[in-house]
């Protein structure tokens, strides 16, 4: 009779198959590479991942809602370009300031953009956010047709060595956005993002503002991604127009494999956070291993087929054995 | 607080469809109104006018003796009503707590749910109901976790946590025990006594007079009956329900002739199948012969010929012609020649963008050889479209071209091809004109007449009074009853169907 157990355990930690295999990569890593955990890598690791883990996370609230978001790589690109042009080479730390707020606010204003299509025209979000992705990528190739420009070094620096009480700065924003998704968990914003990702028609007769919290998903994963746009900007110190494109599949793996349902209604943020961090750890392995770069690709696409087919595969044994 | 309803002359149709054409209700503070009405009467759509789901064409609503007008059901709750649907409108992967406060939820003064005070608060609900569901039914159970009964349950009580002054149970105890449906009747008699006005939609006419103060008979959309329940019995209530007036006169397949049927051979024998909704059910069907189903809606009807089609899981044993089958595809029921005609044949039936060439032909291309012989599939649609006397522009037309009645001849026509020995038909005649109608009829009685045993289930209580000459009616996923020759009549088919086991032998 315990044959549910899957589900249930599924729903209440749904980040369950993303650490197991977060262990396993990391595993794989240690063997490779023995100093992983020393300081100075450990750094140089999750600065690497912070940008991705980030962009997981408001994908991650968009999934909830029942939505997708394949918008976000344009987002990282348009605010890569806007620092990489606006704070340049020289700029002052004052004028990196200032553009970040102002990347902020595009990231905000491109989510809204979804969000308005979407919930309030009610198009399909896969469609709606593939078209805003090429005007987002074509405005920061506007922007910037070709790589250059870049931020000072300097306060590249600050993102790419602060590491407080020995530990990588990324610890302790990943700390912050997990302590800020467990308190929006807990208010009635999180119950009514399940409630439309699980069920939106039962949600609406119920009273819930549907139109507002899908609105919000959107307007929460722009805002992500332009955090995710700085984060990448400072890792690397300069600009270049399609640096978000390949960062899109990426998320959406991330959260999937995360344990967070592509149908809505099911997961969290945490696993998408671990999910982000595996995936990141797997590229440090295919890199190690000096095996050929195509095998990145391949092995990516393969975890998402295998974590999509998994509940398929499941259901399907159990089919069998009625 | 004294509160009172009336919906006086209610309109409301459905395209061309009239589903109600003179609707009335009434009920006060502290009684129980049962809604009553046989299938396609109206009763569910005079439960969604009141409760703000759809929108009324014509007549009043009267709340309070203030004339009202609901646009959404958000309205209407906001005014004091409450429904507990009967599909439910729960989010089956939330919590039964977070369901049932959703949107409502206690808050603390961080902003942050206070899960304990909500699960506190649940508990005291669920106290209403306890003992008669399973022990893990808690706040935090997920309602994915639930049985139907449990569900229903929940979707009870989340009506309930409103505080309504008016609830409408619309089927509230279909999937519920008896011990529950008990315990809801002692709480639906206490919420009476707190001034409470409660509407009760229900087919089980033994819950009707245990719980109802009052009735509202509704037939064809009209209201041909109120009064005190009191003061009339079930034998007259169902006469209410019983329409006289009859548009077809039916001729039957062997009329005079009844007993040659009975030397056919069996053709389909059914032993205790069982589905998620039906409960054991055993059945033979003759060579020849017209089986008529009835009942009320969802009763089981649509999970029988589905099963027996191949098409869902099932228990039980199915024999054809005395040997055993058990089909695990619709592919292996075809090839045993089977034909299902399903209850939806814009979404099951039917290719609506195809022509009507593809969809005549869609079980047979492979009869057609390869590459396929083109002219001869043309000339055999052409002789079937002729047979059916079909109206449509050509072969090539699209499907979605033609009206409901020849779009459920080119269903038929898809299996008449295969000519099949048995056919499972669901529902044929929904939204077919009365013309076609009589077509149909007509063809039925040739198939049967040519020895294929036909599985007729059909909405119109008419239709298998007319056409059959043995009827088994389903209640509850069982069948409660088998009628024919002199106690096929209308009155106990209808008795059979809310439950009421003074008609034929159960």
């Known amino acids: 009779m315990k044959r549910f157990s899957w589900d249930e355990m599924m729903n209440r930690y749904p980040a369950f198959f993303a650490i197991i295999l977060l262990v396993v990569a990391l595993i794989i890593n240690f063997i490779l590479q023995p100093n992983m955990f020393a300081r100075d890598t450990l750094n140089s690791n999750m600065r690497v991942f912070l940008p991705m883990i980030l962009l997981a996370a408001g994908q991650a609230i968009v999934i909830l809602g029942g939505g997708i978001d394949i918008s976000v790589g344009g987002i990282v690109s348009i605010v890569n370009t806007i620092l990489a042009t606006q704070v340049g080479l020289n700029g002052s730390p004052e004028k990196m300031w200032t553009f970040v707020l102002v990347s902020l606010g595009a990231g905000i204003l491109a989510g809204a953009i979804n969000g308005f299509f979407i919930a309030f025209l009610r198009l399909q979000p896969i469609i709606t956010t593939y078209a805003t992705s090429f005007l987002y990528v074509g405005f920061a190739l506007f922007i910037l047709p070709n790589p250059g420009g870049g931020i000072p070094a300097e306060i590249a620096n600050v ?41 939106a028609e039962a949600a609406y007769e119920t009273a819930v503002p549907v139109t507002w919290v899908l609105f919000s998903t959107y307007v929460v994963s722009g805002f992500m991604a332009a955090l995710a746009g700085i984060a990448i900007t400072m890792l690397s110190g300069s600009g270049n127009a399609e640096i978000g494109v390949p960062m899109t599949l990426t998320s959406i793996t991330a959260v999937v494999i995360g344990g967070t349902a592509l149908s809505g209604g099911i997961g969290g943020v945490a696993g998408p956070v671990v999910g982000a961090i595996t995936l990141g750890i797997i590229q440090n392995i295919i890199s190690f291993s000096r095996i050929d770069t195509w095998w990145e690709t391949f092995v990516k696409a393969s975890i998402i087929v295998v974590a999509l087919a998994a509940p398929g595969v499941i259901n399907l044994l159990r089919r069998k054995k009625v | 607080m004294s509160v009172s309803l009336s919906a006086r002359n209610i309109v409301k149709r459905y395209g061309g469809v009239v589903a109600l054409s003179d609707g009335n209700l009434d009920v006060h503070s502290g009684e129980v109104v049962a809604l009553i009405g ?44 409450a429904t507990v649907f009967q599909e439910l409108s729960l989010v089956s992967k939330m919590t039964v707590a977070d369901n049932i406060w959703l949107t409502r939820e206690p808050l603390k003064s961080s902003g942050m749910i206070d899960r ?88 089980r006419m033994e819950e009707i007079f245990r719980i109802a103060d009052r009735y509202s008979v509704l037939r064809n959309g009209k209201t041909v009956g109120q009064g005190d329940i009191k003061d009339i019995t079930e034998k007259d209530l169902i006469q209410l329900m019983t329409e006289k007036e009859k548009v077809f006169q039916f001729t039957k ?23 998620e909704t039906l409960r054991g059910i055993s059945l033979k069907v003759r060579q020849g012969e017209l089986l008529g189903i009835g009942g009320l809606q969802g009763q089981g009807q649509r999970d029988l010929l589905l099963a027996l089609f191949g098409d869902i899981p099932y228990e039980g044993k199915i024999r054809i012609k005395g040997e055993v ?32 060439l593809d969809n005549f032909l869609l079980p047979s291309w492979q009869n057609y050889g390869f590459p396929l012989k083109m002219k001869l599939a043309k000339r055999d649609a052409l002789t079937i479209s002729e047979r059916l006397s079909l109206v449509m522009a050509g072969l090539m037309a699209p499907v979605s071209s033609l009206s409901g009645g020849n779009a459920q001849k080119v269903v038929i026509g898809k ?50 009074i007319g056409l059959c000459d043995r009827v088994i009616v389903l209640h509850d996923g069982k069948i409660r009853a088998e009628l024919q020759g002199a106690s096929l009549t209308k009155e106990n088919l209808i008795a059979a169907s809310m439950g009421v086991s003074n008609g034929g032998e159960a």
């Open chain 2, 415 to 464: 299996w008449l091809l295969r000519d099949p020995d048995c056919y499972l038909l669901d529902d044929p005649t929904k939204g077919v004109d009365v013309n076609t109608k009589a077509e149909f009829y007509g063809l039925l009685t040739e198939l049967s007449q040519q020895g294929k045993s036909i599985l007729f289930y059909s909405s119109d209580d008419d239709e298998l």
């Open chain 1, 159 to 199: 993102y790419r060595n602060t590491t407080p009480l020995g530990l990588p700065l990324a610890f302790y924003v990943i700390a912050v956005v997990l302590l800020i998704w467990m308190y929006i968990r807990s208010t009635r914003f999180g119950n009514y993002l399940y409630a439309v990702g699980g069920n």
């Open chain 2, 38 to 81: 046989a299938n396609g009467s109206g009763k569910s759509t005079m439960s969604k006018v009141i409760n703000g789901v759809v929108v009324l064409d014509g007549g009043q609503l009267l709340l309070d003796d203030k004339p009202v007008r609901f646009s959404s059901p958000q309205a209407a709750r906001k005014m004091g009503i």
């Open chain 2, 325 to 356: 089958v058990r089909f695990k595809h619709p592919r292996q029921a075809m090839r045993k020649k089977l034909a299902l005609v399903p209850g939806d044949r814009a979404k099951e039936g039917l290719l609506y963008i195809r022509s009507i």
């Open chain 2, 253 to 275: 397949a062997a009329s005079g002739e009844d007993t040659s049927g009975l030397d056919h051979p069996i053709y389909l024998e059914v032993e205790n199948l069982t589905t």
């Open chain 2, 116 to 203: 304990k005070l909500m699960w506190e608060k649940t508990e005291a609900l669920l106290d209403l109901f306890s003992g008669t569901f399973k022990a893990d039914l808690k706040p935090a159970t997920l309602v994915s976790a639930l049985h139907p009964d449990e569900k229903q349950i929940v979707e009870i009580l989340k009506a309930i946590s409103l505080n309504p002054r008016i609830l409408i149970l619309d089927e509230a105890t279909a999937s519920l025990d008896s011990r529950q449906v008990e315990r809801l009747f002692e709480l639906v008699k206490r919420w009476k006594a707190e001034g409470k006005a409660i509407v009760f939609v229900s087919h």
